[in-house]
């Protein structure tokens, strides 16, 4: 099924938890912060979220600034 | 001797409070235009700020191997302050702090709500209409704004726990600019005030403290240094003798001359 990640569009396995996913695709889930179709999810909730079609996700992290 | 002068009193004593967190340090320092993440670690060391200004962005995940900068700078030892750089609506903001919020797991946030990329100025009435939401949200919210004082006191008034004026436009490194409405804002205000932005030297830095200002924020500045560390260390002491300078009471200024060796006696 196809998911949108940080804008680009992927293939994932159907049913992928979110934890799954990051951990597939290279991302500490230790400091980042996921949104799924404009909602936040909690990392508590990362083993419990299952992606599904569609779905629009945005990762992000602390990075340098003013 | 009992009333001696100590003559490195520390200035312990003299703490940042902002939201009910204390700081030792009264400069602020961002993140943002270093060559790396070691560099910048190294002037936030040099720098002595307890506090660094973080931005939001998506991860790169074409590459999530990048060096992060929380693997260099401790989000457990520094307060990271996340920022809403880049957001041009309240809307925007309350995402960027909610992810933020998620993230790192604390309330304390910078708002900037910019317009015009050529001035960088801050949007006020988006910047005032965002504060409102933030708090209803529950962050505690330091704002970064123009120097005039009638916003500031709107800002400080539906609960902003820092009013942060601009010196002079971001990245500019033009030092304070108006003087006069950075000290009518530093008179008027109940929470900590804090120069944010426009300072391009150590002097800046102490003016701005002078004023009476209750800290200094400040990337640029130190970031495209030529020595960016050297200055790191150059403003730690800035701040300092500012904020001792304030503390102490300049003299009085005069027209004329005032010799300081005793005319009597002369031979």
């Known amino acids: 099924m196809r998911v949108t990640v940080n804008g680009e569009t992927r293939d994932v396995a159907a049913g992928l938890t979110l934890t799954a996913f990051l951990a597939s695709i290279g991302v500490d889930a230790s400091n980042v912060a996921v949104e799924r179709n404009r909602e936040i999810v909690p990392r508590s909730d990362y083993d419990a979220t299952a992606l599904r079609e569609a779905d629009q996700l945005e990762i992000v992290q602390f990075v340098g600034g003013g | ?267």
């Open chain 2, 1 to 267: 001797m009992d009333d001696a002068i100590t003559p490195n009193q520390p200035i312990a004593a003299d703490l940042l409070s902002i939201a009910g967190r204390t700081f030792r340090s009264r400069l602020i320092i961002g993140t943002g235009k270093y060559k790396n993440y070691a560099q910048n670690a190294a002037a936030l060391q040099a720098s002595g700020a307890e506090i660094v200004t973080v931005a939001v962005r998506r991860v790169n995940l074409t590459d999530p191997g990048q060096p992060r900068l929380v693997d260099f700078i401790d989000p457990a030892t520094t307060t990271y302050l996340p920022n809403t750089a880049g957001c041009f609506t309240g809307e925007d903001a309350v995402r960027t702090l909610r992810l933020a919020r998620e993230a790192g797991g604390w309330d304390l946030v910078k708002l900037e709500v910019l317009s015009d990329p050529k001035h960088l100025y801050p949007d006020m009435a988006e910047t005032l209409r965002a504060a409102e939401m933030l708090i209803r949200e529950g962050f505690q919210v330091m704002v970064y704004c123009s120097d005039d004082p009638v916003y500031a006191k709107r800002l400080e008034e539906v609960g902003c726990c820092a009013i942060m004026p601009l010196g002079a436009p971001i990245g500019s490194g033009l030092g304070v600019q108006n003087p006069v409405n950075i000290r009518l804002i530093v008179e008027q205000t109940q929470v900590p005030v804090i120069v944010d932005a426009g300072v391009g030297t150590a002097s800046d830095a102490a003016v701005a403290m002078e004023l009476g200002c209750d800290g200094v924020l400040m990337n640029t500045a130190i970031a495209e240094a030529k020595d960016p560390v050297r200055m790191a260390r150059a403003m730690r002491h800035a701040v300092i003798a500012g904020r001792e300078a304030y503390l102490a009471g300049r003299m009085a200024k005069k027209r004329y001359a005032d010799p300081s060796s005793p005319l009597a006696g002369l031979i």
